[in-house]
């Protein structure tokens, strides 16, 4: 069983940045098999999408256009039981506002769909992402 805890939302201006962080744990199974980690996000009355993902094994990346050169993910080489995620947006847009979710599931990020939520079985409770112009 893997637990999800995100954090390190909060309220910026336009043109802010900030570093969410999903601290995953539960995982001898995470350390020894590859996962897919995920950041989405659902907005008010909003479908959640994914908006960044990557392979905890070879550290293949993958972007939603609306994010692409102003978020990065990325990962800490697990040296603990506890293996963090992280998302650094930078360049923020009044449109990135939405509550942003952590997600994994085992094995490779899919190249055509990672951007489905109903590919992932392991979820956190989300942060709460606000920015105002």
């Given at each position: 069983?893997?637990?999800?805890?995100?954090?390190?939302?909060?309220?910026?201006?336009a043109g802010g940045?900030?570093?969410?962080?999903?601290?995953?744990?539960?995982?001898?199974?995470?350390?020894?098999?590859?996962?897919?980690?995920?950041?989405?996000r659902q907005a008010p009355g909003k479908e959640?999408?994914?908006?960044?993902?990557?392979?905890?094994?070879?550290?293949k990346t993958y972007y939603d256009d609306s994010v692409k050169d102003r978020f990065t993910i990325s990962y800490d080489n697990?040296?603990?039981?506890?293996?963090?995620v992280y998302l650094q947006m930078n360049s923020l847009k009044r449109e990135d506002t939405a509550m942003?979710?952590?997600a994994a599931e085992p094995g490779p990020c899919r190249d055509f769909t990672w951007r489905l939520r109903y590919n992932y079985i392991y979820w956190?409770?989300?942060t709460q992402v606000t920015v105002s112009s």
């Open positions: 069983q893997v637990q999800l805890v995100e954090s390190g939302g909060g309220s910026v201006q940045s900030l570093r969410l962080t999903c601290a995953a744990s539960g995982y001898g199974y995470i350390e020894y098999n590859m996962h897919c980690m995920v950041w989405f959640r999408e994914g908006v960044a993902a990557l392979n905890t094994a070879g550290s697990p040296k603990s039981t506890v293996y963090t942003y979710f952590c956190g409770q989300g």
